[in-house]
Structures are given as structure tokens and as C-alpha cells.
């Protein structure tokens, strides 16, 4: 049983394009987040949900657009893709009352911007 | 805010080194402390955690002691093995509203046979 999947794992796709990222938790937990990998390797957090409501959002372009229909599920919407969002997309879950609990993260999804 | 500085990679090891990779971090309030690992193509695992000073986490060989006085969380093991190679991530979970995971940069480990 995945506790957190995410899907597709890989999306390639044209400049100028919109596109979505699918993440869903099993865990039962109250928190989503959405990370973005740069080729670095550097993570860093981009958004952050708790029981479907936004409480971060980092300085990232408005073009993404994160959407949580439950709290078992946070969506991440890209409009007008660019070169530079080519990255691999994390998405986590917790627990929040449980600050010493860790978090689960999805496998990943790689977009690629030609 | 709160931040986390790691070792700067990437390392290479002869298989049955001893490996340490440091850490520290900055953050208000009582942090809990981790290391994450990120095997190629895949996602981040956990590895191991402490979540209050002078635990220590332990996992699969690797050793991390949470040190308050010195900030420090680093990552030890006795004798590396080609299966270890990975990107190693040390992590903080502060005290804000979302309790999310602040990164280091990660550290590249190679271990040759």
C-alpha cells in the first residue's frame, strides 16, 4: 500500500503549456506539501496545506496553482510551463500536532520543459 | 527563519570507510532533527530522527546525535558499504504553523568497491 503516490512520475512537455500533478495520502494525515528539486538537488518547499486550506506559499510564480479538494489530496497546477520548471516535483504529507513525527514523500514526478 | 547547512559534496568512499557527514541548523524553539535518503531515481526515505537533545537516531548502521549546544546533527557510519551510495539530506521540522521540513543541500556519497 503507497502512503504517498503521486502521479505521473514522468511528464514531458512544450513551453507554454498547462499541466497537473496528482498527489493523494493514505496516511490519515492533516498537512500536504509540494517541494521542488532543482538539477542541484536543493529542496525547497513551495507549498504547504493543512485540512485543505493554504497556509504556505513561498515566492513562487503565480503560473502554479496547488488545489486541495480533501485533505487527502493536494494537486499542483502549472499554467504556461517553462524552461526553467524543469525540475522533479515532491509531494510530502504529516501530521502537523506531531511536530517530531517525519514526513512521508511521494516518488517524485520529473517535468521536463523542451 | 530556520535553516539547515550540510557537508558539501560530493564524497567518495572505498567501501568499509568510515563516513561522516556534518550538519547543523539554526531555528527558533525546540526542533526535531532528521536525516533523509534519496537513492538514485527514487524519493526521499527516512533514515533516521531525533526529536529532542542528546537523542540519539540509529538506522541501518547510521548514527546521528542531536546536539543542542553545538546545533549539530551529524551523520556517522562505521563502515560504508556500495549500497549506501546516495544523496543524504538533513532536515529540521521547526515550530511554525506547518511544521514543515526545512532542507540542507544534500550531500552526494559514492562508496567504491
Known amino acids: 500500500d503507497t502512503a504517498v503516490s503521486q502521479t505521473p512520475k514522468y511528464l514531458v512537455t512544450q513551453m507554454g503549456n498547462d499541466k497537473s500533478i496528482k498527489c493523494e495520502q493514505n496516511l490519515g494525515h492533516d498537512t500536504m506539501y509540494w517541494y521542488k528539486q532543482d538539477s542541484k538537488k536543493f529542496l525547497k518547499i513551495m507549498f504547504s496545506?493543512?485540512?485543505?486550506?493554504?497556509?504556505i506559499n513561498e515566492t513562487v510564480p503565480n503560473r502554479f496553482s496547488p488545489k486541495s479538494p480533501d485533505k487527502a489530496h493536494l494537486n499542483l497546477h502549472i499554467n504556461s510551463l517553462e524552461l526553467g520548471d524543469s525540475a522533479v516535483y515532491f509531494c510530502?504529507?504529516?501530521?502537523?500536532?506531531?511536530?517530531?513525527?517525519?514526513?512521508?514523500f511521494g516518488q517524485g514526478t520529473r517535468l521536463t520543459v523542451v | 527563519g530556520d535553516s539547515v547547512t550540510q557537508m558539501e559534496g560530493p564524497v567518495t568512499l572505498s567501501e568499509e570507510a568510515f563516513l561522516t557527514i556534518n550538519c547543523t541548523y539554526t531555528a527558533t524553539g525546540y526542533p526535531s532533527l532528521f536525516w533523509y535518503v534519496q537513492y538514485p531515481g527514487e524519493g526521499l526515505q527516512l533514515l533516521l530522527k531525533a526529536t529532542k537533545a542528546d537523542d540519539k537516531g540509529s538506522n541501518k548502521g547510521f548514527e546521528a546525535t542531536y546536539r543542542k549546544e553545538t546545533t549539530s546533527f551529524h551523520l556517522e557510519k562505521g563502515s560504508v558499504q556500495v549500497s549506501d551510495s546516495a544523496v543524504y539530506f538533513c532536515a529540521l521540522r521547526g515550530s511554525g504553523s506547518a511544521r514543515q521540513l526545512t532542507f540542507g543541500s544534500g550531500t552526494q556519497l559514492t562508496v567504491l568497491p
Open positions: 510530502a504529507s504529516s501530521q502537523s500536532a506531531l511536530g517530531y513525527t517525519e514526513a512521508f
Open positions: 496545506y493543512n485540512n485543505k486550506e493554504l497556509i
